[in-house]
């Protein structure tokens, strides 16, 4: 099947510093992938899709300016978390969607996650 | 809004045992229903999915789904319980022109007693 890689799988950063997370297709192209949270022992939820070559579209009550969104080939999108606290602590987990034949229903393949911790 | 509720946290089965996660959905449309499942240090693995058509739908490692529109169900089984499944479940619907965009339910945990 398709493989959604992360990197980092774990990092650690200082509050006020910005971290880049990654997420590539290793097998596909993407031309959507999306961007979840994960709180602990909770559900995912999205954040964001993003799409190839444009402005990535936030879920209501996501910041944008703080979760800058990258998706510069389709292959790559990266999430930075920018100028982080404590409080974004959390799974970040990336996947990417396979377009279905006949168009009705994208397959999304999900990489392993990023558990970020700000001290 | 669109809501999945997965209404039990934590279930424990003996290895052999049959197996039912419990997924209950709220949407205004034809939902497209998906359950995943997540191992520590992978990412969540389709089993299987439901857009259309026979109401039983059949999933990998065995598993199979049951969509009931009357009690806007989608509930997961299996018939016997492998070690080697204990894991968190999550049941999801995608909405959007594609059903891209996935909401999860808070998600089952499994343990698989020997």
């Known amino acids: 099947g398709a493989v959604v890689s992360q990197h980092p799988s774990r990092v650690i950063c200082k509050s006020g510093t910005s971290v880049k997370i990654e997420c590539r297709s290793l097998d596909f192209q993407a031309t959507t992938m999306f961007w979840y949270r994960q709180f602990p022992k909770q559900s995912l939820m999205l954040m964001a899709t993003?799409?190839?070559?444009?402005?990535?579209?936030?879920e209501q009550g996501v910041e944008k300016d703080k979760f800058l969104i990258n998706h510069a080939s389709l292959t790559l999108s990266t999430l930075t978390v920018t100028s982080a606290h404590p409080e974004d602590s959390s799974f970040y987990i990336c996947?990417?969607?396979?377009?279905?034949?006949?168009?009705?229903?994208?397959?999304?393949?999900f990489g392993p996650g990023t558990r970020l911790t700000v001290l | 809004a669109q809501s999945v509720t997965q209404p039990d946290i934590h279930i424990t089965v003996s290895e052999g045992a049959s197996l039912e996660l419990r997924c209950n959905y709220s949407?205004?449309?034809?939902?497209?229903l998906f359950w995943y499942v997540q191992s520590p240090g992978q990412g969540l693995q389709l089993l299987l999915k439901y857009f259309s058509g026979d109401t039983l739908v059949q999933g990998i490692k065995g598993f199979e789904a049951e969509f009931k529109r009357s009690q806007s169900s989608f509930n997961l089984r299996k018939p016997s319980v492998h070690w080697s499944d204990a894991a968190e479940y999550f049941c999801a619907v995608g909405r959007g022109g594609t059903a891209s965009k996935l909401t999860f339910g808070t998600g089952t945990r499994l343990q698989v007693t020997l």
């Open positions: 996947s990417a969607a396979l377009q279905a034949s006949g168009g009705a229903g994208n397959e999304q393949f």
């Open positions: 993003s799409n190839e070559g444009s402005k990535a579209t936030y």
């Open positions: 949407y205004g449309a034809t939902p497209y």
